[in-house]
């Protein structure tokens, strides 16, 4: 590639991420950046004015990659998201102008998996309320403290990291999907319902599309039931969330971990003051770890789509 | 044994713990009970009036069975305590006067390891502040929630539920104990300095005794360093508890998860505001099954006392 800092290819940043300074500086020596964030016009308008022998381009989850915006990038040949969700992209419209597109793979599988069972335990033993209860106070003044219970009889798991850790717990695991899958030495139904019928934890790690769209509704957490809990890591709106609140509200379900939201930053007001329910900015994928990979992920992403390679974390189109 | 009421034996109950209702009635069921708690006289006077007689008791961890309390029973022949420690006991006491002890064996392993590693998922990750970040509004208004870390390089581990648990998060492990365990696949430290050193998360689930009393002092947090962390499940007085505060105080350890106290219920109010300390009102056992559990035990022990033959979870005097 080239050295001389303007001949290097430009790539259109459209996602405002907190870089590490030392991916910034690597970035810099290999690619122009050109920063579609803070921007004083439409963003159209930007993308039609300045952008339009860009090649390439990065984005977060937050940006809608509509047919419009493609409209406006005529040259683009290469998307790298930053996000491994691909609900935020229109595919077919990539498919048909041959662009390629690359998410974030598996850097975010093991932090995301570690916070999950944080939540889990967190909801099951009341930490976050416990935690609460000393600060309050209330501790030294002798007001007894809840049981915490242990329902480790079953759980809905999509990803091999959570279910790795869960055996440890001597979890009894089982999971749904489109299909079985042999390699998977866990219960499989082939519906949600029935899952959530037969265990008492679902925990949701899986994207948001039309099938996933409140995949979790009213049938599902009715047959969850009274003891069941939710734990969301996915996207917000894998769960109809009006309707959860209102099962939460009536004990029709037990409790929930949340790190996503139907429409974040805004949390049901309902849910701030439930001690059975514990609630995380999004920040499941969160740590210095998971951006170091994303960053070197980036990077050679760009790198293979500048050097006609195939991308490191291609994304197919079905 | 005797069915009629008047012939059961009686056991002396010198803990008030939160009784679930089947063992209350199976335990009518086999004994008698004799209520040493909320008594309207001292506990001496109490026990050489109306205890002379007494050959059992049932007693937990706050309750000082000290010689002057022996003293006042001189039929008793077994203790059986609802906890693991041995703190709370004068052992050459009991064996000087034949008294057999049974604690509460294994019934707490499962849920103590499963607790420790959420208040380390959750000092780790942020799962308590992000909580209160979220419920505080400020997300809505866009701040933003700081990076979290998963420095699961290396740990002391006491315990193998634990050890367990931690393997599925694909963390090194290493121990220190008196002797070194054939058993356990781990690095081995003789001394918990250099364990401190070549680690960065001491999780202590050791018992409290008179080698285990701040073992957890100024050189081992300094030893353990800036990003280290402290999680603590067994008992306040295994750390140096003013130091530690000192050393949170001042950024020279990382964070800490606390479930156990010095002086308990009296928290130090400097940790109560700290992002990085997670603390739990000592519920780490704290589980419908647990208790389940120690309930079964507390009359398998006692029947076997009364039948001459061993206790089940017999405490060697050493």
Redesign the interface.
Known sequence: MATNPEELPIVLILKPF?FIPSFQENFSNKFRSLKGTDLSVPVNEFLKKECQSVKALVCGAKFKLTKDILDCLPSLGCIVLTCVGLDNIDLDECRKRGIVVGNAGTVYS??VA??A???L??V?????S??R???SGL??I?T??P????EFLGWEVLGSEVA???????CVISYTSRTKKPSAPFSYYSNVIYLASHNDILILTCSLNKETFHIINKDVMSALGNKGIIINVGRGALVDEKEMVRCLLQGEIGGAGLDVFEKE???PEEL??MDNV????H??V????S?SALHELIISNLEAFFSNKPLLSLVKYN
């Open positions: 907190p093991e932090d570690d916070f069972i944080g939540l335990i967190d099951l033993r009341g930490i976050s416990g935690h209860f000393v600060r501790w030294s002798n007894e403290f049981l915490g219970s242990k790795k850790r869960l055996e440890a717990f001597s930053p805004y949390v701030l003051e514990v609630l995380a900015p920040v499941a969160v740590t210095v770890e951006y």
